[in-house]
DNA sequence: CGGTAAACGAGACGGTACGTCGTGTCTTTGA
DNA sequence: TCAAAGACACGACGTACCGTCTCGTTTACCG
């Protein structure tokens, strides 16, 4: 049982409040940053009190984190039946496409704020991260079965190979994240770079 | 000329003053990482009054910015007359050690922090990314002469095919960034993943 | 009704902070005098937050004032059936001993303060200056009833008359604040300075 | 001989330096009140460097002291042939017309100022008061030989009798400075308080 | 008349205090 | 009995001045 022994006495917590709360951290979130989203600014936008916002989260980033993730996990996943490598490079233009767009910023911002926190770093790698890597591992294996995979390749390597260069280029910023760059790393990934003997 | 006519008047800014807080940072970042690292802690471990660090840096991240790329400009460099693929695959070593040990930990502080200001993202840009890509496209293009690398692979892709999965290991946290790592990721990258024809 | 129809919500003010903060602030004034009066001193020396000070007063000079005056409140007041001029001339008997005393330092500080700031002068004028002015009407009055003073005198000049000339060598110093001289000043303020026709 | 030997050898002051000063002074003591002078400010609008001012300057209340003296050494002062007490009227009169100006409030600053300096406040009393107490002292010994005056007043009490009321009204704000209010005092000091017998 | 010592302007220095903001905790009233 | 409001102790922020210290540049005197 996950009910108290006596029912809850008193008056309950508010479903309402998380939701106003988190609402509030995403709008504060695209309106001023990470670096200006503030307890005191949730609670006021929110109109809710600050103590409300501390029984449910510790600091104002893991509320971030919660209003991204949940915002995320909205977000339209890629499926079908087409060749696997396809699909591949459907998700890629997308996650090219949305690493482009504001939301880009966002899980920039979100893996910066994971860079102080363990316990964000965890949440973040396991509901966002290895959630990706889940959908690129099937792709990859369904490909292998395809005969379009190498039967040896270590899927582990080969994911930070493929994924990795979206995510150095969204953080560093170094070089456009567009089709035409997303079409060459697939590509390469898949050739190599060495010479052909 | 854009010469000011008559030099610069005035007491000249103190070497000894810039020198004493960035080592003061460094003890601080050290010590308490970059979220601990206050205007008010290097004011005061350094003996140097506030305004003399704001007259040359705008915030604290920004002290530690100058202490990070400091220390990493005296770093070693990759040099020899190795074949370049032997070259590359030392440099890669070098940067999975570094990147696993706490000296990973700032450079981590640093991509996060130019998530925030950038300023400080172009400033780590160039002096820190771009630096290193230039040794390794160096290596890539003695590659490539030597006949060790496709001779239509573009570069700008393949560097970031090969150094890309370092950062994000780094970053996110979910694999081991070790020696057997490294060598699985370039061998990848050097023949690609798609299965032989 | 201007009254809230809810009362006040929140936390309500503490009186132990405004005690202790006043309680440092007197002692501040006594060790250091007005002008080594700061807030960030009066927060430490009270262990309150500096906010907590600045929502009740804008700046040292006005705590101290409440201080000075909370304290002034607590002063003994002449009272009594004597003849009225025998109480007024111990009455600033009573003055001049207590400007001779470092407590005399903290009025003219005060009236020092008041110059820069309307708001402190309106404040001290009627708390400590109106207050003192009235006992003195009041017996000026008495006197006048007992036909020990002229009928058709001006108090309010008579209050300035005979008041002035104690705060006169408080502030400028000039000459002594002993008995000799409020007995000399009140005996010259009855008769005149003219000449018997 | 605590002359140096050889003279003063060399670039000796710049008058225009300390001219510039004290204008300079003098400027933002109207605009900015004494609570706003600060040597920085000083410096910046007189074109000088600050060690030029603390060379000759204390702290920025004495060059308001200074600034403040030298514009009233060059006042008009009472004389003539008249009958003393109605010199002493006249010149009365000036002293309530100028502390009901612009003027008045600097006095009332400078008064606030010496009582957190003793240095400042014997300059202020010997250069100001002493020397208007010297005029006022002549008045009275005048009337007295007049035989408009007792014979045996004391003359310091007189005066504290006749001038205080009107500093002390500058310094409270509590009534009038006005002609009415001079010509009550005066004709009350000159005739007492008391009831005719 | 050429050195030289001191004052000049400018502005950086190590500091202190300012007044504000945000933190995370607490204590009220109101629902 | 929990939520909102908001005060609390704390501490960092970035700024303004303090009074002192270099700088390079005049400027008068003295040898």
Redesign the interface.
């Known amino acids: 049982m996950t009910e108290p022994p006596s029912a809850r006495r008193g008056r309950p917590r508010s479903e309402a409040a998380r939701r106003k709360v988190l609402e509030a951290a995403r709008e504060l979130l695209a309106e001023r940053?990470?670096?200006g989203l503030t307890m005191e600014g949730i609670a006021a936008r929110a109109r809710v009190g600050k103590p409300t916002i501390y029984r449910q989260w510790p600091n104002a980033q893991a509320v971030a984190m919660d209003a991204f993730l949940e915002a995320e996990d909205g977000a339209p996943h890629v499926s079908g039946h087409a060749p696997a490598l396809s699909a591949l490079r459907r998700q890629l233009h997308g996650i090219a496409a949305v690493f482009s767009s504001p939301a880009g910023?966002s899980t920039?911002?979100m893996?910066?704020?994971?860079?102080?926190d363990s316990e964000l770093?965890k949440v973040?790698?396991n509901r966002f991260?290895?959630r990706g890597?889940e959908t690129g591992r099937a792709l990859?294996r369904q490909a292998m079965s395809e005969?379009?995979?190498?039967?040896d390749?270590?899927l582990?390597?080969?994911l930070?190979?493929?994924?990795?260069?979206l995510?150095?280029?969204l953080?560093?910023?170094?070089?456009p994240l567009d089709r035409g760059?997303t079409d060459?790393?697939l590509d390469?990934?898949?050739?190599?770079?060495?010479?052909?003997r």
């Open positions: 940053g990470l670096a910023r920039a911002a893996i910066a704020a994971a860079q102080n770093a973040f790698r991260i290895l890597r990859l005969g379009a995979v190498r039967p390749a270590d582990e390597v080969a930070d190979l493929i994924y990795a260069p995510f150095f280029r953080l560093i910023g170094h070089g760059f060459a790393l390469m990934a898949l050739v190599g770079v060495r010479a052909e």
